[in-house]
């Protein structure tokens, strides 16, 4: 698969020729746990009827707020459980998972982001250093916290930080970033939004991020006390 071809829809709705993927984009935090396996159904119904892979609403699952990815034949490719919870979800005691856990798909490995741990750096550095060259998010956004600079950067910042291609979606919009920090389709709210890559490219720089990353693990407290000494 040279290009991958990401489509951002309402949730239902058809996807444009030539999409591969879909994600779909709802204004609700979550489908409730009683109406999840509807909504799974018809995802899987939808993904089976136009061919595609998808990642469905947020949903929740034995208390857990959760994100997957559905395969053309119906079936569930991959889950994640979202590690870290909005404010107005804390209320309501759901549990949270402790670790991102990406997996393998035709196109690469794939690390869902539930809701807001797409703004969490940690969070997309795990799934970088497991092996995601793909990272799919979809959030929920009130509406009076949801401004365009919010998603753009939490995006922009997730791929060009791990040198890895970022789709993601919240409230009603979505934005689609290449693995160099490219906007190839900037955050709209006028649906779909779509963009093709090349799935297997990662930005060139991605070993020299890591070794970076690990210099400073390593050396964190040296690097400290010289900044501290200087000053």
Known sequence: MPQLCVAIVPTLAAPPEGAQLVIFCDPRSYVAEMDSSMMLAAAARYAARHQVYLVPERFIAANYLCLCLISPKGE??????????????????????????????????????????????????????????????????????????????????????????????????????????????????????CASFDPSRCHADRDAIAAGRLLLQRHRRLLVEGTMTEG
């Open 76 to 193: 569930v490719l991959g889950a994640q459980r979202a590690i870290h919870l909005n404010l107005s979800l804390r209320e309501h005691n759901y549990y949270r998972d402790d670790t991102i856990r990406p997996f393998d798909t035709p196109f690469g490995r794939v690390a869902l982001l539930v809701d807001v741990d797409v703004n969490m750096p940690q969070v997309a550095r795990a799934a970088v250093e497991d092996g995601a060259t793909l990272l799919l998010s979809s959030q929920f956004i009130q509406l009076y916290d949801l401004y365009e600079d919010r998603v753009r950067y939490g995006a922009i910042n997730a791929a060009l930080s791990n040198g890895v291609n970022v789709a993601a979606c919240a409230g009603m919009g979505g934005i689609i970033v290449r693995c160099d920090g490219k906007e190839l389709a900037g955050f709209t709210e006028e649906l779909p939004v």
